[in-house]
C-alpha cells in the first residue's frame, strides 16, 4: 500500500424495520436535519468523484492513487445513504420533490467550467469537515439515546470525511489552486447545502412546526453549527491554507479505528442511556 492512500472500508448498513425516521428522539429536529443533508448526498458526492476524475490526465500518479482510494470512501458513502434515504422518501414522500429540484441543482452545476467543479468538490469537502468537527464536539449530546444504525452510519461517514479531508484539496491545488474560484465555488455550495438542508428538514417536521421549541431547538442547532462552520470556511479560503493544518477532532478518527476488516463492519453506535452501565 503506497503511503497517503486512504483505507477503504467495506460496510453495509441494514435497518430494523421499525427504525423511526426521526432516528434522534430527544431531538428529532436534529434527526430531521441529518436526513435532510443524506438526502443530498447521492447527488453531491458522484459531483466530486466526477469533478477530482476530470483531473485525472492532469495530476501526479501517486495523488491519482490516493484520489482512487478517496473515491472508493465517498462511493461507500452514498450507496449507503442511499439505502437510508428509502426509509426517509417513504415515510417523507414530499421529500422526493426536494430530491428531484437537488437533481436539478447538480445537473446545473456539473454544467460549470471543470476549474468550478473541482473548486465546488474542495469546498464541499472543507464544509464536510467542518460538520464532522461540530458532530465530534457535539457528539454525546446529539447521538446519546439515537437508534444505533442509523448513528453509525452518519458517525462512520463523518469520521471518513474527517479522514479525506486533504484530498479533494490537494487535487484543486495540483490543477488551478486559485483562492478565489475556491471562495466562490465555497460559498455557492455552502447556500445550496444550506437551502435544500432548510427545505428538506422543515418538510419532515410537518405539524411539529406548530410547537416553538421546535424552532428553538433548530435555531439552537444551526447557531452552534455555523460558529463551526463559518469560521473553518472563511480560515479554508486564506491565502496559504491548506486542509492539513485543520487540527482532527480526536473523538471520531479513533471510534474509526474499531472497524474490523475481516468482517467489514463497524461496532454499532452504543446509546448510553440513563440506565446502561
Ligand atoms: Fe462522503
Ligand atoms: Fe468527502
Redesign the pocket.
Known amino acids: 500500500m503506497t503511503a497517503g492512500l486512504l483505507p477503504v472500508r467495506r460496510v453495509s448498513f441494514e435497518y430494523p424495520d421499525d427504525t423511526d425516521p426521526l432516528w434522534v428522539h430527544h431531538m428529532p429536529e436534529f434527526a430531521a436535519a441529518c436526513n435532510a443533508i443524506s438526502l443530498g448526498m447521492p447527488y453531491a458526492?458522484p459531483l466530486?468523484i466526477k469533478a477530482v476524475r476530470s483531473t485525472f490526465d492532469r495530476i501526479d500518479p501517486e495523488l491519482r492513487a490516493r484520489t482512487e482510494t478517496y473515491i472508493k470512501?465517498?462511493t461507500g458513502?452514498y450507496t449507503q445513504h442511499k439505502k437510508f434515504n428509502a426509509i426517509v422518501s417513504a415515510h417523507y414522500p414530499s421529500t422526493l420533490r426536494v430530491q428531484r429540484w437537488m437533481e436539478r441543482y447538480t445537473r446545473r452545476i456539473e454544467r460549470g467550467s471543470k476549474r468550478f467543479l473541482v473548486a465546488y468538490a474542495a469546498g464541499?469537502?472543507t464544509i464536510?469537515y467542518g460538520v464532522a468537527r461540530w458532530t465530534d464536539a457535539n457528539v454525546a449530546r446529539l447521538m446519546d439515546r439515537a437508534e444505533p444504525v442509523p448513528a453509525t452510519l452518519y458517525l462512520w461517514h463523518l469520521a471518513e470525511?474527517i479522514e479525506?479531508k486533504s484530498n479533494t484539496f490537494d487535487v484543486f491545488e495540483a490543477v488551478d489552486g486559485s483562492r478565489l474560484m475556491y471562495a466562490w465555488a465555497l460559498t455557492v455550495g455552502f447556500l445550496g447545502i444550506v437551502f435544500f438542508t432548510a427545505v428538506a428538514t422543515l418538510l419532515q417536521l410537518g405539524r411539529r412546526l406548530w410547537n416553538p421549541l421546535t424552532w428553538f431547538r433548530l435555531l439552537r442547532l444551526a447557531v452552534s453549527l455555523a460558529f463551526v462552520l463559518v469560521p473553518t470556511m472563511v480560515v479554508s479560503a486564506l491565502p496559504g491554507h491548506h486542509p492539513r493544518q485543520f487540527t482532527d477532532p480526536v473523538y471520531l478518527p479513533q471510534w474509526l479505528r474499531q472497524y474490523d476488516p475481516e468482517t467489514g463492519t463497524m461496532p454499532v453506535w452504543r446509546t448510553r442511556l440513563p440506565d446502561a452501565a
Do not use: A, L, N, W
Request: proline share 0%; glycine share 10%; net charge negative.
Open positions: 458526492e466530486f470512501q465517498e458513502h464541499g469537502e464536510s470525511e479525506h
